[in-house]
């Protein structure tokens, strides 16, 4: 499918629970903030209303992505993650082969879910891509801005 995204349950939960609060508590909010514009009078020249107008056409554009989104998602589910090769859902850790072994730890997950700050990296992403379907010790070039790097897969977990 070419709108497809891959997403872990995890990502698949999280943007459920983003879609509930958008839909539920935002609307909510947004729709006080209409009300309150429109006490005020004059909707011609209300900047308050205005405001509060394009913060209702904002958020139903992105609860309308957020649904969408979650649509045309195929979710990786816990058990369709194998730790004979790395895929979508994987824990990884690789070792620098060319830097003093400095070991590093990436889960991979769908583009939706990246945070490298705390180890989430996108399987579309360099490292992610070179690391897609690799075995325990396959040894991994990425290009990377400060040039080429390469890794060993040490570990493959759930």
């Not at 903030?33 to 005020?40: G, L, R, V």
């Not at 979650?70 to 004979?84: C, N, P, S």
């Not at 979508?88 to 620098?96: C, E, P």
Request: net charge negative; proline share 3%; charged share 30%.
């Amino acid at each position: 499918m070419e709108n497809e995204t891959i997403i872990t349950s995890e990502g698949m939960l999280a943007l459920e629970e983003k879609l509930k609060f958008l839909e539920t508590t935002k609307r909510r909010e947004i729709s006080e903030q209409m009300k309150n514009a429109i006490a005020h009078g004059d909707l011609s020249e209300n900047a308050e209303y205005d405001e509060a107008r394009n913060a209702y056409l904002q958020l139903e554009k992105q609860i309308g992505e957020t649904a969408t989104l979650i649509a045309r998602a195929t979710v990786v589910e816990d058990k369709d993650i194998t730790t004979e090769t790395v895929g979508v859902g994987s824990l990884v850790q690789i070792v620098d082969i060319e830097n003093g072994g400095k070991k590093q730890e990436y889960r991979l997950v769908g583009p939706t879910e990246t945070d490298p700050a705390n180890g989430k990296i996108s399987h579309q992403c360099p490292i992610g891509m070179s690391l897609m379907n690799c075995k325990l010790g396959d040894i991994v070039s990425v290009n990377a801005p400060g040039g080429t790097r390469k890794y060993k897969v040490i570990t493959i977990g759930k």
